[in-house]
């Protein structure tokens, strides 16, 4: 079976683009949940998307947003980019709403600002 | 926000010696995971430990808890060249909670 996917690898912005990053969950997989990896630190947490609803937000400004489509696949999307939103962005899936079991992560998409 | 701290920050061995990595975090939990990352890619789950429990083994991993002192420590035994990579533990907190915390991580390096 597939892991979760993430799509593109890596991408290069300007300051003030904006971008999207796309995740697919791994089959009968209805959680994602983003990640935030700044180089030299440990992931945080942007949100969970159940169902299609956002069921948690960590602490990112507005400029962070997401959403879930009907076949689980999700997007993150981030406006006005600024330097500090360099990072590895992580997704990851997991059978039903709770993250008390374990997190399947796809490889990340490493996004470098400029 | 990051919940856990691992020490030591990095750890080198030569292969074939015991590794042990330990994660302090700050409030109570439903559960406490590891995770191993490879060089700055996606991050893999290695075991769990429930807040009931105190100690668990998955092949050449253990893993014990101890909620009085909020605190874990992963034991690899017999580490190969293959276990390079960066340790992550990672908190859940229970009901109410949507995420998992994670600690900024244990580098370690096995020498072959």
């Known amino acids: 079976d597939a892991g979760v996917t993430q799509s593109p690898t890596h991408l290069i912005k300007t300051r003030g683009q904006q971008v999207t990053l796309r995740c697919s969950p791994i089959s009968g997989h209805k959680s994602v949940s983003w990640y935030q990896q700044v180089l030299g630190q440990g992931p945080q947490f942007i949100f969970q998307?159940?169902?299609?609803?956002?069921?948690g937000r960590g602490n990112f400004p507005d400029r962070f947003s997401a959403r879930q489509f009907p076949n689980y696949s999700s997007e993150l999307n981030v406006n006005a980019l600024l330097l500090g939103d360099s990072a590895l962005y992580l997704c990851?899936?997991?059978?039903?709403?709770?993250?008390?079991?374990?997190?399947?992560f796809g490889p990340g998409t490493r996004l470098t600002v400029t | 926000s990051q919940q856990g701290e691992e020490d030591p920050q990095a750890l080198s061995i030569q292969e074939g010696e015991n590794a042990t990595m330990n994660c302090s975090y700050k409030?109570?939990?439903?559960?406490l995971q590891w995770y191993r990352q490879n060089s700055g890619r996606g991050l893999v789950h290695l075991i769990l430990?429930?807040?009931?429990?105190r100690e668990k083994h998955s092949g050449r991993l253990r893993v014990t808890l101890d909620t009085s002192k909020k605190s874990s420590s992963l034991l690899i035994t017999a580490s190969r060249a293959a276990d390079t990579a960066s340790y992550f533990c990672a908190t859940f907190e229970g009901a109410g909670s949507y995420q998992l915390t994670f600690g900024k991580g244990t580098k370690l390096s096995v020498i072959p």
């Open positions: 430990i429930r807040s009931n429990e």
């Open positions: 409030t109570s939990i439903n559960n």
């Open positions: 990851a899936s997991s059978p039903g709403l709770a993250v008390s079991y374990e997190q399947y």
């Open positions: 998307y159940y169902e299609k609803e956002e069921r």
